[in-house]
């Protein structure tokens, strides 16, 4: 193993920036989508509404085409990683929100990156 | 404090009745049955009943219960096997595991550690459904670890170990586990069961599916990963960034959106908590 070439400059340029892009991200930090929306930055629900013959598939699809992260919630509220847009699977709510802790109960999140 | 010695006649009675609580049960009539007429004489002799067929009967209350408290900790602890196998299927493995390693800990739970490993290599090379029972029990073992572990607190690089990042590894949280399954088994996890049948052996995928498993102050999180991305992950868990970024530009030399990706993939698993240091 000790034979490897080592890796490009830009693959580990790509590792630094990934590693430093994604350390950031709790409840106490504001969100570039909170501070858009003029509250100071702090954690909230930005729109919600209902979407009954939502799909994980679909979800997926939507979360994929804002280069997002899907997450699978087992359990009630709260646990959704980062800021993005969470589905709620009792209640058909979709919603829209600024930070981490925020999605409703079980079903799914989409993390959305900062495009940084 | 010290504790006293437990005088001779306390261990003899100790000694005889832990022997009836853990005498095997017997699976050769299609039921689970006592062998009470294999429990000493000294033993029933304890129990002041005043009939043997009583004597027997009352100590056999307690080598029933012992069992079953066991069976249903097992099954606790590895819902997904329980559900592939059915119960009597189950029970039969965790009857020859606890017959090996009878539990020592207070805790319940325990009693299934080292279970998984054990249906591993019972499972080892016999055709699918043996496949399937081995991811199984796998996959039950990673929920097991990620719901015990305690979540370190975040991970931030500082600028010392990011100058060395190409030489180091990245440590993988012990609140974390990677799975791959071939067949939809995390649904068969979570699907209602009431014990008893086995559920259906779902069929294969088109394609294998990775996830990182992942704990939360609550629960837990499933998230599903790319094959790519699965596979880089794989690498930074057995070589340092530097060996396993060469591996990955060697095996997908031809991905122009390779430095992307890396990105993309580090910065996700930073948000995940996936590694929770660096070492040299």
């Given amino acids: 193993m000790n034979d490897l070439p080592k890796p490009s400059r830009v693959l580990l340029s790509a590792a630094l920036s990934g590693l430093l892009s994604g350390a950031a991200c709790d409840s106490s930090s504001s969100s570039p989508a909170a501070e858009a929306h003029g509250d100071g930055g702090a954690p909230r629900i930005t729109a919600s509404r209902l979407e009954p013959d939502m799909t994980l598939e679909r979800f997926t699809a939507d979360c994929d085409a804002q280069r997002g992260m899907v997450e699978l919630h087992a359990h009630c509220g709260g646990v959704n990683t980062c800021q993005g847009f969470s589905y709620d699977d009792a209640t058909h709510a979709l919603t829209e929100h600024t930070c981490r802790g925020l999605n409703t109960c079980s079903g799914y999140s989409c993390v959305v990156p900062d495009e940084s | ?280």
């Fill in chain 2, 1 to 280: 404090m010290t504790r006293s010695t437990p005088p001779a006649w306390l261990e003899s009675f100790q000694a005889r009745f832990s022997r009836v609580l853990r005498a095997p049960l017997d699976r050769s009539g299609g039921a689970l049955r006592d062998r009470r007429d294999d429990y000493s004489s000294e033993a029933c002799a304890d129990v002041a009943a005043g009939e043997p067929a009583l004597e027997r009967a009352r100590l056999a209350v307690y080598n029933r219960q012992y069992w079953f408290r066991l069976l249903d900790a097992l099954q606790r602890e590895l819902p997904l096997t329980h559900r592939l196998l059915g119960s009597w299927a189950f029970n039969g493995h965790a009857l020859g595991f606890l017959e090996q390693r009878a539990p020592a800990q207070r805790d319940l739970a325990t009693a299934a550690d080292g279970f998984a490993a054990f249906l591993e290599a019972r499972a080892a090379g016999e055709g699918a459904a043996a496949r399937a029972l081995a991811q199984a029990a796998r996959i039950d073992e990673a929920f097991r670890s990620v719901l015990r572990a305690a979540e370190p607190p975040p991970f931030v690089p500082t600028a010392e170990a990011l100058a060395q990042l190409e030489s180091a590894r990245l440590v993988r949280s012990p609140a974390v586990r990677f799975i791959e399954e071939d067949r939809p088994l995390l649904e068969l996890r979570a699907a209602p069961y009431e014990g008893e049948r086995p559920l259906p052996l779902p069929p294969a995928l088109p394609a294998p599916r990775s996830w990182v498993l992942c704990s939360t102050a609550e629960s837990y999180r499933l998230v599903p990963l790319e094959p790519a991305q699965a596979r880089f992950f794989e690498l930074l868990a057995a070589h340092t960034v530097g060996h396993a970024l060469s591996l990955l530009e060697r095996t997908q030399a031809s991905e122009p959106a390779l430095a992307g990706h890396v990105q993309r993939w580090l910065a996700e698993g930073m948000r995940l908590n996936l590694w929770s240091g660096i070492s040299r």
